[in-house]
């Protein structure tokens, strides 16, 4: 008859089983036990020795390291020669607590000692042996143990060299630092928390570890001609109580086999769900895994509490990084681009006004460079316009004023303005490709932003150019739509490798002839970042030596408010409203005059107000004002607060604002505010007469 056992049974009889061979294995083990005894022992310290060697190595890291960085430093080079012991206490002696040494002392080459620096209690001074410099000139570093009045120190030595050769391998040693820490008891009692064992500084040892079962491990300290100073007793208990082992090892299996069963089940419970809980939300972060920890009993709960916390942290921590590095950047961006951009015009403002105050010059050369002077004025008010913007390109919060262009006038301007800026010194020729197909009529684009873009690239081939040309130009191509400019040199060239990473910012090509040249490297990027705005590519093809052609593109757009624009200028008919009484309120003397002396060419007369409250007060007393030209920004009261009380008086005066300031927002409130009219600054003659003519037409120019 087969024997059936149940489920029950067939446990009991595997618990049986399993207890049956734990006495078996503990049989085993007990014999097993007996003899392996002294081989655990002997494993045991050689693992001791082992271990000891490698902490006893790591206790001197941070002076081996200290000592390697201070030893390539071209400051200690200067010392060696200086002997400036003022330099010396500032750089060395404040530092000194922080090395962690007892004794800090520099030779000459000569080995000859020069000064030092140690703790109240260190009062050696000149005691390295010639013999050990003799070495260490050679090996570079050394590490050695000697006797001193003081006790037995530990010295670490190193050649002298520049920073810039760290590896000690490009010079000559300018001479010779020295640290040393005295073996004292704090040194002890450091080593010993390390190697958690008890240190003895012995001559001679001889230990038997056969009755005390301690572990022992004995390092020799040896002097720079590699003789024994002294020796190092390590000692820690072995822990080995085979006998407590025999005894218990039956009642751990016992209950072993019994916690196998409770901790597989509760374990499950416990741990192994909230630990897979964990790692979700290491690894996916997912906020349902944070909601089931938090659901734990314990600390698990507490650690989902922290998770949670945690994660609402990190993502306000991450929006506050992206706009504090988008802040840092537009402001870095704004900063650096700033020289670069105003360079050009106010090179041709400054360059021509000096030479207007040569009384030789004609008058043909007088009115020529005032015109450039001119153009260049507004080309810089422009870039400035631009540059105060420029924080808001990386947030796409600028975007190109489109406006009607002539190509050809524009070229030409270019030409003309560049031409008279080549050093002397340089034998270029500058060209201007003529167009095979000229633009009968004007594009729409940004003249600002096509214009520094050309700057920029014509600037860079001149200064990179010192013999040969330099020549620009344009084609059409109406396939595609597009004007293709093209900017070619005969100059240094940009490698291969330069090539990849010319358009970035604050990149520049490395080598000996450009860093001799000014520049902060953006100049490209800026071009790169106008043309895509406006929608074209830039291109650069170069070889290293021979010259370089930058290439870009923009789309062929043509203005088709030209013709309306010319219409309504013929048909727009000017009328002569005859001599007024004009009251200019502005504080600054020289845009007062700038204004005084436009308005008088057409025979007006002219009062003036300093501040806002003088604007009142002459615009109430004195009915005979016909217009006022009022500045926003003015002491006691604003633009905005003197307009306020002239229209509660005189409501039907003519106020036209006048302001530095040309933003969107400000027009905006310049024209809520119900002024008639608005210029900016710098003032424009022809716009000045035109606002006059449109403001007694009651035709609104805001």
């Known amino acids: ?92 002696v404040n530092e000194f607590p922080t090395y962690e040494v007892d004794y800090i002392g520099v030779y000459d080459l000569k080995r000859k000692f020069i000064v030092n620096t140690a703790n109240p209690n260190f009062k050696s001074k000149d005691f390295i042996p010639a013999q050990a410099m003799m070495y260490l000139y050679k090996s570079k570093f050394s590490r050695f143990y000697m006797r001193v009045p003081e006790g037995v120190i530990e010295v670490f030595g190193g050649t002298i060299h520049p920073s810039n050769d760290p590896k000690k391998v490009k010079t000559k040693p300018s001479g010779y630092l020295f640290m040393a820490r005295l073996l004292d008891q704090k040194y002890f009692k450091n080593l010993e928390d390390i190697c958690s064992s008890n240190i003895q500084l012995l001559n001679n040892v001889v230990t038997d570890t056969s009755c005390n079962k301690k572990v022992t491990s004995i390092i020799k300290l040896r002097d720079a001609d590699n003789l024994v100073v002294a020796k190092l007793l390590f000692q820690r208990p072995s822990y080995l109580n085979f006998e407590k082992t025999k005894e218990l090892l039956l009642i751990i299996v016992v209950v072993t086999l019994i916690s196998l069963i409770a901790s597989i089940y509760y374990s499950r419970k416990w741990v192994y769900k909230p630990l897979r809980l964990v790692t979700n939300i290491l690894e996916t972060n997912r906020e349902i895994s944070i909601t089931l920890l938090k659901k734990e009993p314990g600390e698990f709960g507490y650690i989902g509490n922290l998770f949670d916390d945690h994660r609402k942290n990190r993502f306000q921590l991450e929006k506050s990084k992206v706009k504090a590095e988008e802040s840092d950047k537009l402001k870095s961006t704004f900063l650096a681009n700033l020289s670069h951009e105003i360079r050009t015009p106010m090179n041709a403002i400054i360059g021509f006004s000096d030479l207007l105050l040569d009384d030789n010059i004609s008058e043909e050369f007088k009115k020529k460079y005032l015109k450039i002077i001119k153009s260049s004025g507004k080309n810089l008010v422009s870039i400035i316009e631009d540059l105060i913007e420029m924080s808001k390109i990386d947030a796409k919060q600028i975007t190109p004023n489109y406006k009607g262009l002539n190509i050809e006038k524009f070229v030409n301007e270019l030409y003309s303005t560049l031409k008279v800026i080549i050093p002397e010194d340089k034998k270029v020729d500058f060209y201007l490709i003529e167009s095979t197909e000229k633009l009968q009529n004007d594009i729409l684009t940004d003249e600002v932003k096509l214009r520094q873009v050309m700057v920029n690239l014509l600037t860079n081939a001149i200064k990179f150019t010192d013999r040969g040309y330099v020549s620009f130009g344009y084609s059409l191509n109406h396939e595609i739509k597009t004007i293709e400019f093209r900017v070619e040199d005969t100059g240094l060239g940009i490698s291969e490798k330069d090539l990849k990473v010319v358009f970035d910012r604050f990149r520049r090509v490395e080598d000996d002839y450009s860093i001799s040249l000014s520049g902060l490297g953006l100049g490209l990027s800026i071009s790169k970042a106008y043309v895509e705005m406006l929608g074209g590519k830039i291109t650069v093809e170069s070889f290293y030596g021979k010259g370089s052609v930058f290439k870009f593109t923009i789309p062929l757009v043509y203005d088709t408010n030209t013709i309306d624009r010319d219409l309504k200028t013929d048909g727009n008919v000017r009328f002569d409203f005859g001599l007024k009484t004009i009251l200019v309120a502005e504080d600054d003397n020289i845009n007062y005059l700038l204004l005084k002396r436009i308005l008088e060419l057409k025979s007006h007369t002219v009062l003036r107000a300093r501040n806002g409250l003088e604007a009142v007060d002459i615009s109430t007393d004195n009915d005979a004002v016909d217009l006022v030209f009022m500045d926003i920004k003015m002491p006691i009261l604003d633009g905005y607060q003197a307009f306020e009380k002239i229209k509660q008086v005189r409501p039907d005066l003519l106020v036209i604002a006048q302001t530095a300031h040309s933003s969107v927002e400000d027009k905006e409130r310049i024209i809520k505010a119900g002024f008639s009219g608005y210029i900016t600054k710098p003032l424009d003659r022809e716009k000045i007469y035109e606002m006059i003519n449109d403001v007694f037409q009651n035709e609104s120019v805001c």
């Open 1 to 92: 008859m087969r024997l059936k056992l149940t489920t029950y049974s067939k446990l009991v009889l595997l618990i049986i089983g399993i207890c049956s061979l734990f006495i078996f294995l503990f049989l085993s083990l007990y014999l097993y036990t007996i003899k392996q005894e002294n081989q655990v022992f002997r494993s045991n310290t050689d693992q001791y020795q082992t271990e000891i060697n490698r902490l006893f190595d790591f206790n001197s890291k941070t002076q081996i390291v200290t000592i390697n960085d201070l030893s390539y430093w071209d400051a200690l080079v200067n010392f060696t020669k200086s002997k400036d012991t003022i330099w010396f206490n500032s750089y060395i």
